[in-house]
């Protein structure tokens, strides 16, 4: 290969590697200013809202025909089904019949039999922390949603 | 500005050596074939459809798929880091195994919750699905084909730390590290497995830096300042090891009080940083006298 030929080759990897790593760079900077989530590509938001002592959590409870309660503990031996409990607060939002598939599916993956079950419902649980006993007490209680499932 | 875009340019295209990518993309093989060994990928097959959520490369598929095509899956990727390992055509195994990772990663984390974990391990790795790869005979020649790829590493690691620190300033401003945000972060993390989330390692250890709002604000300032400072750290070769140690501080820390496994991310930096951090002549893993500080094969 002769020196004029190289060299040119060498500007054609150059041309490669700038739009590779531009392109790359560019789009990561896209989904981080438009906030997207789009896996693999992400705004990383890692921890970026700031955390305060108010804090509330959402609960599934199963209402036994035979008049008992049963909050859901979502598969808690699967890290993969386990932050489905993320998707609670989807529940109010979505049509009767999306509603009833989710509260089946997180009945099934919870070990509940349906049959069992009269209605399922979403709290939403207000915590305060005791810094004695170092641990998050449950102070008010406020159903959001409840489903026939 | 004009001559520091140059500058830049002129840094990212410069030539390289054939052994510098080829250590790179074998550590990367690495890290992802130690993420696709140690994690039970058919656990994925038991969320049902329903409980699906999330956009990913893989919502095309809207299957449920089965615990055998999961583990097929996961064999197929491991035997391409084999093949990477052993340099049999390594760039088609390379992306064999990138596909197989971020597939599997891409359905573990469509639960609802957006999946941090493996997420730099797989955008650093991208890079290398263009990068050629040397033969056998080829790690001693210098290349403009062989010096962007690492750099191009580098840079989407400094962006994505980067990015997650001005994340926080966006969203919280100063008072993600002035305010007592970070021992609500502790005292939160410390209750995670009450609800299925992990468990922390030394939680008496959290409870004494929440309990004491300087160290955990200490540590808030500390964290947010590597990660604002990252593109500096990783552009200057001397600073490369320091930001390892540092990161691994940073997620060690984070393992050890709220139990959250980010290992992949100091990792995947060690896979790029470590050998970024020798000078140009000297491979990691073979003899130093394949080629000068400049680029040019040594007599």
Known sequence: ?149 | MRRLWSRIDERLVAPGPGFRVAEIQILLAAVIALRLATRDWSLIAERPAALRDGLTVMSWYTGTPTPAALVAVQVVGLACALLVFARVRPHLAFIGLWIAFTSLTALWGSSGKVMHNDVLTVLVASVFLFASTPHASGWRDVRVRYGWPPRAALAVLAMAYFVSGAQKLVHSGPGWVFSDNMTWVLRLGLSAHLSGGARPVAEDLAHAVAQYGWVSASLAGGALLLELTAPLWLAVRRTRLLFVVSVTLMHGSIWLFIGLDYWAWPLTVAAVAVPMSLAPDRALWRRAEVVSAAGAPRQ
Do not use: C
């Open chain 1, 1 to 149: 290969m002769s020196d004029q030929e190289q060299s040119a080759e060498q500007k054609r990897e150059a041309r490669v590697g700038r739009a590779v790593t531009w392109s790359v760079l560019a789009v990561m900077a896209v989904v981080a200013v438009g906030q997207l989530e789009l896996w693999p590509l992400t705004a990383f938001r890692l921890f970026s809202e700031t955390r305060t002592a108010d804090q509330t959590r959402l609960e599934l409870v199963a209402e036994h025909r035979d008049g008992t309660d049963q909050p859901l503990l979502v598969s808690e031996t699967n890290p993969v089904v386990v932050t489905t409990d993320r998707q609670f607060g989807d529940l109010p939002g979505e049509s009767e019949e999306v509603q009833r598939e989710m509260v089946l599916a997180w009945l099934s993956v919870s070990g509940v039999d349906p049959a069992t079950v009269a209605s399922v419902r979403l709290d939403r649980i207000a915590r305060e922390y005791d810094e004695d006993a170092r641990t998050w007490a449950d102070v008010d209680r406020t159903t959001i949603v409840s489903v026939d499932p």
